[in-house]
């Protein structure tokens, strides 16, 4: 199937570093979606992307969609200690409609 | 606050039984979605409805069902549960069959 591969699986930075993250599949996708999720909560829609080449920044968030429609990246500048937290990816191909997520990333922010 | 709502927030039990989870989309979405995520684990598409029909389907067992009523909201039927259902699912809508998905905060199924 269409399965999304994040990287890295867990990163230990230290407050105030720069954080960069992402998502590659063997299948093109017209759309990518970036989302964090808090401890017993669900996830959050930080950024969307929908075509190819575009790049969007939300604050200190910015992210790609990869111009061969199979990759994502994210970063994050001067981390903080509340961008703690689990962060996915997400794509959704154009044939289905089904929103698939890669395995997450698990962010921790040392002060 | 997503405006998404599911209940309920917690459920306790037993191995064999039949539970169902709401879910209340944003006012205006048309598509829902569910999504089971284990202890530490990634989320595992189920099941997708846009305006009371499925449109998509993931790894859904067969001892789950899901249907979207025509005021918009999901019900996620689980049946002859066992230990290893034992999950947060999550709800999530859209406004369109595409785009963004905003998720409700979880039902947290505990089979003991």
């Known amino acids: 199937g269409q399965q999304l591969n994040q990287s890295p699986q867990s990163m230990f930075i230290q407050e105030g570093e720069d954080v960069s993250m992402n998502c590659t599949s063997s299948?093109?996708?017209?759309?990518w979606l970036w989302y964090k999720q808090d401890p017993g909560e669900g996830p959050v829609l930080l950024i969307a992307?929908?075509?190819?080449?575009e790049l969007t920044s939300n604050g200190r968030l910015t992210a790609q969609f990869g111009i061969t429609r199979k990759d994502s990246f994210l970063n994050i500048s001067a981390s903080i200690p509340s961008d703690v937290g689990i962060y996915f990816c997400?794509?959704?191909?154009?044939?289905?409609?089904?929103?698939?997520f890669g395995a997450g990333t698990r962010l921790t922010v040392k002060p | 606050d997503s405006g998404v709502t599911q209940t309920p927030k917690h459920l306790i039990t037993a191995t064999g039984q039949r539970v169902t989870l709401r879910c209340s989309p944003r006012?205006?979405?048309?598509?829902v979605y569910w999504y089971q995520q284990s202890l530490d684990q990634g989320l595992q598409f189920l099941i997708q409805?846009?305006?009371?029909?499925?449109?998509a389907k993931g790894n859904i067992l067969e001892r789950f069902s899901a249907q979207q009523f025509p005021d918009l909201h999901s019900e996620l039927n689980l049946s002859s549960l066992e230990l290893g259902d034992s999950a947060l699912y999550f709800c999530?809508?859209?406004?369109?069959?595409?785009?963004?998905?905003?998720f409700g905060e979880g039902s947290r199924l505990t089979v003991l």
């Open positions: 299948s093109i996708f017209n759309t």
């Open positions: 992307l929908y075509k190819a080449g």
């Open positions: 997400a794509g959704q191909l154009g044939n289905n409609n089904d929103m698939r």
């Open positions: 999530a809508s859209s406004k369109r069959v595409t785009g963004e998905l905003f």
């Open positions: 006012s205006g979405d048309l598509s």
């Open positions: 409805y846009y305006n009371g029909e499925e449109r």
